[in-house]
């Protein structure tokens, strides 16, 4: 794709008394936008896309997993071999829990709403954390203050002693509150970076550029610095997912988190807590293992991501 | 300088004869970087030799390798990605090619030191500047901690700072540039070294700091009558500084002489180039010749002479061979206007063709 | 370009000095401070005086060259005059029109007689944006009724006749920074900032982070575009030769102080302060035949923060320890005073400087320094006049008329003397 084209400049068109500029000779690299460039680096990063291949796993299995494996609560069946259940010989692929429900099912189906805890809170948070740090990051003195003591507010808080109490208090069960709950404690530690970046791009000599061409305030934040930022942003934002999916498994396992009757992975280790002393040790096992999956995966994608989208990296 | 008059380098053995006064004698040095999008030939066959107490220009722009010709004499390229490929780096006879690691270090300091361009960070910032030049002495010359910190405070006396007894208890923030150019120039004299690399040591200073420093390097070497090293892109600096200069282009020596020769008579069209594009007061009212394009695409050099694309005297053979520096005759450029080129004898004038080359 | 004015009189080359006509920007007593804040309550200790009283103006259609060492002043001088930084106190007024009364929309309005061209070509062009809305972007902050430049169409040509101008290929608009070389970046900038069809251009080191060879390129489209769209720049540098080069008027500044201002030839060949004298024999000449006596400055720029008494100069003056510490040097700052024919210089004891020893710190080896007397090779300049196509066919060049002799060896190969076809072709 190197090409090697000649000068330029020289167009016939020109003015034949001006003296043409002498145009620099083409050495084109490869003509690649940034997203391309850095799918190009992701790519080379092994881990990063095995996890990134898990994560895309998990939400088809959300999405179809309920659909093409429903579960149903209350299909108890009378077969049981004991009050463990079936083990993950007789019920492929997971086994059942006491009640003879497959694990798989409860499996694929805990995914929807993990995932959609986790993608949810994800945006809430960074939605929040970069309009805050944006503002704070690009004003700078008072407001910048005053939101910065805020989040030091957020962050002074015992996260999860407040996200029991709130999610007792105000979540009742119900989805959308335990979501905004963490949505709105999840935020504070994005808003600092997003600051952190706005206040050290704002002085780059590319915004002083659109200043100086009479760009405005709003799409000099927007169109200047946010892109710029956009890839510690994206990494941060991955590994808020996975925070949010393990929040959820805590409080549900703690009986904070969503109604008992609500298929999740953190409901599912909770129901399963009663059973493990009777050898049924597949019950917690596999939605554990989802989630440990889930959030390594995760982990592994955010480092890739970190590699992918530095623009000054060409390695 | 001293350039094997013999052509192929594979022929000059390990054992090749250097002149008894030839401190470093480096022969077709080849280091490449393995990285992405393949591999860059960043120093590819240099070749040149140093002589006790003399001072030696390298020059060229940025990308051309003279850093990483440094950087490969001292041994401190992360390998990999970077690779030294083949060579000699012969040190007062010795190969520093074929040392081990911890040989390596002894004569780093002891016998090579190397000041670099931006003197902030090469000091490190949570210690006295009194205390990293003592280190290094210690490190080196095992001496008792008091008598390092004595060496100390003499040889920052010695690159002409005020209060030495003082400075040595400061940090290096709380210097100015030139300070600690002048620190970092303590440092690398505090074990008499018997050669010193400064690789671009006055680019980051202002014109009357940068007077000082080179000032004070040329009184230190006169002092110790160590040999130099110095790397610069700044034909000025090279005027004042050296006797000999080298010229790179694209990690090819292209030309080398003595300063003089060079400057005055030079026989490449790069140097040419380079020359006639530094704006000066006769200039004035005309317009700068230019030196047309930029500098190869490492990834895609050129076939046959690597400047060619770029040379306004180029002629039919320029594409097709590339023209080596050992092959003249003097050894002291690289260009088919001053060799017989395989099958086309020198022309008796060049042609030219205008930008742009039919592809 | 599209609406370029016809040129005001005969184009002008760089040799003319500052014969142009009347101010275009008139700068009087401009200050920018910086303020220091420090401890717990974050109160105001002290300022940074950047600028400290400046007064200059410029020509339209000249270039005026500002020099001095870094931490001087000169770039926040730059910026601040453009309204990049607010202003502390002065005034500057751009033909007439008051620069820092203006804010909201007259001062957006303004922007487009005034713009600047940065440093440095990586930091200086928006990573994740296409060329087209680097250079265009000016165009939609601005676009009115009246200039059309709401249509994109509109908007497009236009960026690629800034394209066009600065020497690149119109149908770069898709590409994104990095698949560009750090001369092709800085031409990109100096695109963006033509594109307003500007009067005035702070030139913020424009060369500085160049190569030599990208330089001269850089220099030569700089004049070129001053003739062509009848420009006045602002030539901010700290390479002396290079204002030398391309100024008709030059400033040199001290510690956020013009100390001395004259035409070039008269700042170069007659300089009068005992700084500029110091800063000129200070440049290391690449004719290695020059041999300069050489004012070594001692200690370091004292801080802008907490500059010195009286002159601020004194504490690295030559001249100060040579007429034996006169008194007035400490106390009394020096007035920016005309010793005639419109230089200026801000020392008081500037007739004091000994011509001879002027002489030896600027030598001037006539005519003889190693650019005027070997013949330039066949320029790429001249390739591109004599060859209107750009498809690389190959095209004979006359060499430079008269070239003087060369210092060279006979067997130098010599320019053809008359076109000559390359064979292959």
Redesign the interface.
Known sequence: M?D?????????A??PG????????????E?L??WQ?AW??YK?HRLALIGGGIFLFMIVLAIIGPIIWPFDRLAVRSDLPGPQGFSPLQDPPFGSDGAGRSVWRLVANGARLSMLIGLTTMLISVTIGTVVGAIAGYFGGRIDNILMRLVDLFLSIPLLFVVLVAARFFGGGELVPLIAIFGILLWPGLARLVRALFLSLRE???V?????????DF?IAF??IL??A?GPIIVTATLLVANAIILEAFVSYLNFGLKAQDVSWGNALSNAQSRMSVGNWWWPFFPGFFIALTVISINFMGDGLRDALD?RS?? | MTFSTTAPTAERGPAGATAPDVLLDVRDLRTYFH???GTVRAVDGVSFSIRRGQTLGVVGESGCGKSVTALSIMRLLDIP?AEIVSGEILFDGRDLLHLSDEEMRHVRGNDVAMIFQEPMTSLNPVFTVGDQIAEAVVLHQHLSRKDAWDKAIESIKAVGINNPERRVKQYPHELSGGMRQRVMIAMALSCDPKLLIADEPTTALDVTIQAQILELIRKVQDETGAALMLITHDLGVVAETVHDVVVMYAGRVVETGSVDGVLLAPKHPYTEGLLTSIPSKGMRGQ?LN?I??????P??MPEGCNFE??CPYAFAPCTVHDPRIEDANPPDVACWLYTPAPGSPIPPRARTRP???P? | MTEVQAPAGEPRTAAEPGAAGEPLIEVEDLVKYYPIVGGILRRKIGDVKAVDGVSFEVRRGEVFGLVGESGCGKSTLG?TL?R?QPPTGGRATIAGENIFAKSGRDL?RL??RM??I???PV????????ISD?IG??LL??ADAQNGWRSRRVRDKRVEDSL???????D?TR??P??F?G??RQ?I?IA?AL??NPEFVVCDEPVSALDVS?QS?IL??LL??R??FNLTYLFIAHNLSVVQYISDRVGVMYLGKLVEMAGVDELYANPRHPYTVALLSAVPDPDPRIRKKRLVLTGDVPSPAAPPSGCRFHTRCWLYERLNRPENCVTDDPAFRDIGGGHRVACHWAEEIPENLVAQAVPTLDEASPAAVMSPPVS??AG??A??????VAVGVEPEPGGPAHPVPPTRPVPPTGPVVDPRS
């Open positions: 190197t090697q084209t000649t000068v330029g400049g020289l167009a016939p020109g003015d001006a003296a043409q500029p002498t145009a620099d000779f083409e050495v084109a690299l003509s936008n940034q460039l190009r680096r080379r780059q000599e590319f002083q550029a659109a200043r100086a061409v009479g760009v405005g799409r169109r200047h892109p710029n956009l623009p060409r390695e | 990285v992405m999008d990605p317009r230019v047309k394009g930029t500098v190869p695409n990834f895609n694309p770029r930008a742009g080359r592809s | 910026k453009i990049l957006k922007r487009r713009q600047i940065f440093q440095d930091g200086s062009l928006n990573p994740r944006m296409p680097i972007e000016g902050a601005q066009e101008a600065v020497g690149l290929r119109r770069y590409r994104y990095h698949e070389s001369g092709q031409r900038g963006r594109a307003l990208i390129q030569n489209l070129d575009l003739r062509e790429a300049q591109a006049a060859s209107p196509s750009n498809d690389g």
